[in-house]
């Protein structure tokens, strides 16, 4: 009886479940459905788009139903007039609304988000690509434009494609100078920059219970680089943790996957047997083992951003660092994702670390990830950034080059002024 | 029916070289900010475009950011469709929300320069000038409402809220 109904009732995705509970009712892999958002917010290079496009659509205020956010990260502090007149903008809205603010020195949106706004189960859009990365905690976080962040902002929904999901099975330990940062280059090398586009990419198996939460989110961060609308993690014990270490276990709630969801694909990664990779120029899909780029110059490493710029990423850079110097055809370039990280990082003596290395350590933001500033590129000058993109011009100059690592291929490439495998190190 | 020249463009062109991230201090002045359009995958692209010519791409067209300015950069320039192999989803979505149409074909045979006839609402492509003809996929269903109503702002100023269409 009604056979259908309970088989799809018992039988969803992570992605199938958190959008049901948000359109309230059946929402199933195909299905498109009108759903209701809980966070919704803009940074400074998409923020001023959204706020006109918000009161070109006749909207006053914020949908009371929702959570807003508006970050000032991206070109903070700002670099010049233009961008100052748009930070002046968004200050302005935000008074005007009473939307939360994060000013410049605050952090990247993404961090932000997930030390103090994204809950597992929520329906998060931020008209930034890489929302994706409250995935980690198990929210439903997805990149829009600033005209469906505008809507989703006065009507406080939006309407969604429920993705098919690829399932991700990760199984054993990571190896010694491997990370979370290889997994994912990995895993996008393997699929190709559109392996998941349209998809929800769902991480399961037994190494999940074991991987934190910034690791998690370093993943999930890069889940769009490969075309997916969502990087999704279930919500167990580590994100009860850690939400729980920023007084916030309330918003906890354990969420997994139905053991018969239907999935369109599944790919099982044993991380035992991974290697330390790197995202060669300019697509983040052509990728190598770092050992094979040995001889590679770099004239500047940089550790940051919302991929890997937490604490737990500079505590790695500065155990390979510590008592040791960059080269000197290297620059060193560190930007902390938040001020909770760069705050942390000072008492270990990670930040001592680093600056005695030879580090410039910029303001907590998106730092020369987007080519606005702090770090713009030379022409013919090879970068090697723990970021999750290296496409033509990123950094500001077309004609400069891009490589992408963890944070531990990074400082270990930062001492030898070549590409390096960090294990050689360790 | 809308008739203009191909643009041709490989795959992968991603956001960062529809409109490059260090103009980002022009997002507030989009009359100067349409003048870099397409310029790190084509720096001469702007100088030649002309109204009503259509950017001919391969596959995942305009990956990356979720910056609204790349399509909207695209319009301002003339371009009147985009047609590609693939497109990355939330250029698909901005695309669509600003009224620019991006139609899914297989772009193989149409060269640079060729001058194309677009119906659609036929859902037909005719190059003339290799006298081919070609289909797109089907937009879905609240995506074509959307373009059919020349934007998502038109849409909402219409019908004031999201409709499922029928059948979705």
Redesign the interface.
């Given at each position: 009886m009604a056979s259908g109904l309970t088989v799809s009732k018992t039988s969803r995705t992570l992605a199938e479940k958190i959008l049901s509970d948000k359109s309230g009712g059946a929402a199933l892999a195909g299905?498109?459905v009108?759903a209701q958002v809980d966070l919704v917010f803009v940074q400074d290079?998409?923020g001023?788009?959204t706020v006109r496009?918000f009161q070109?659509?006749?909207f006053k205020h914020p949908a009371s139903s929702i959570k807003a956010a508006l970050f000032l990260d991206?070109?903070a502090p700002s670099?010049?007039r233009?961008?100052a007149?748009?930070h002046s903008?968004l200050r302005g809205f935000a008074r005007q609304t009473g939307c939360f603010l994060s000013d410049v020195g605050d952090g990247i949106c993404h961090q932000i988000v997930a030390e103090s706004l994204a809950r597992p189960g929520d329906l998060i859009l931020?008209?930034?690509?890489h929302?994706v990365t409250a995935g980690g905690l198990g929210a439903f976080a997805c990149?829009?434009?600033?005209?469906?962040g505008a809507?989703a902002l006065g009507?406080g929904?939006?309407?969604l494609?429920v993705p098919e999901s690829i399932r991700v099975i990760l199984s054993g330990r990571f190896p010694t100078g491997v990370y979370a940062k290889d997994l994912i280059l990995y895993l996008i090398g393997r699929i190709g920059?559109?392996g998941a586009?349209?998809r929800a990419l769902e991480f399961g198996g037994d190494t999940v219970s074991a991987m934190s939460i910034p690791e998690r989110l370093t993943v999930s961060n890069m889940a769009v680089e490969a075309?997916a609308?969502v990087g999704l993690f279930p919500a167990d014990a580590m994100t009860r943790d850690y939400l729980a270490a920023q007084g916030r276990v309330s918003d906890y709630r354990p969420l997994s996957p139905d053991r018969s969801a239907i999935y369109e694909d599944t790919i099982e990664i044993n991380v035992t047997e991974l290697e330390p990779m790197v995202s060669k120029p300019h697509?983040v899909d052509n990728t190598a083992p770092a050992r094979e780029l040995r001889g590679t110059e770099i004239q500047q490493v940089v550790i940051g951003t919302c991929t890997n710029g937490r604490l737990d990423d500079l505590a790695i850079a500065a155990k390979i660092m510590q008592g040791k110097q960059r080269c000197s055809r290297t620059r060193l370039v560190v930007a902390p994702a938040s001020r909770g990280v760069l705050q942390a990082a000072a008492a270990p003596g990670y930040l001592q670390t680093l600056l005695e290395a030879g580090a410039v350590i910029l303001p907590p933001g998106c730092g020369p990830c987007?080519?606005?500033h702090q770090g713009?590129l030379g022409a013919g000058e090879n970068c090697l950034s723990t970021a999750n993109?290296n496409?033509?011009?990123?950094m500001?100059?077309?004609d400069a080059f891009i490589y992408l690592g963890s944070p531990a291929t990074a400082a270990a490439t930062a001492l030898r002024g070549e590409i390096t495998d960090p294990r050689e190190l360790l | 029916m809308i008739t203009g020249c191909a643009f041709k463009f490989g795959s992968?062109i991603?956001t960062?070289?529809i409109i490059?991230?260090?103009f980002?201090?022009?997002?507030?002045?989009l009359p100067e900010l349409a003048k870099h359009a397409m310029e790190?995958a084509d720096p001469t692209f702007v100088s030649r475009v002309k109204e009503g010519d259509f950017i001919v791409a391969g596959?995942?067209f305009g990956?990356?950011?979720?910056?609204?300015?790349a399509p909207?950069v695209i319009k301002m320039a003339g371009v009147r469709a985009v047609l590609a192999k693939?497109v990355?989803?939330?250029f698909f979505?901005?695309a669509i929300?600003?009224g620019l149409p991006v139609l899914l074909c297989d772009t193989d045979s149409i060269n640079q320069g060729d001058q194309l006839e677009i119906d659609l609402q036929a859902g037909t492509i005719r190059d003339i000038t290799n006298d081919h003809r070609l289909t797109f996929a089907k937009i879905?269903?609240?995506m074509l409402q959307i373009l059919n109503e020349g934007?998502?702002?038109p849409y909402?100023?219409k019908y004031g809220?999201?409709r499922?269409p029928a059948g979705?």
């Open positions: 299905d498109i009108i290079t998409t001023p788009l496009q070109a659509a006749g991206h070109a670099p010049n233009e961008l007149d748009d903008f931020g008209t930034d690509s929302t990149g829009m434009g600033s005209t469906d809507t009507l929904k939006t309407w494609r920059a559109d586009t349209y075309g609308k697509t987007l080519g606005l713009v993109r496409f033509k011009g990123r500001g100059n077309p | 992968g991603s960062d070289q490059p991230g260090r980002a201090y022009l997002r507030s002045n790190d596959s995942n990956l990356g950011s979720s910056r609204e300015h909207l693939s990355a989803r939330i979505r901005n929300n600003l879905p269903g609240i934007g998502l702002l909402l100023n809220d999201f499922l979705r």
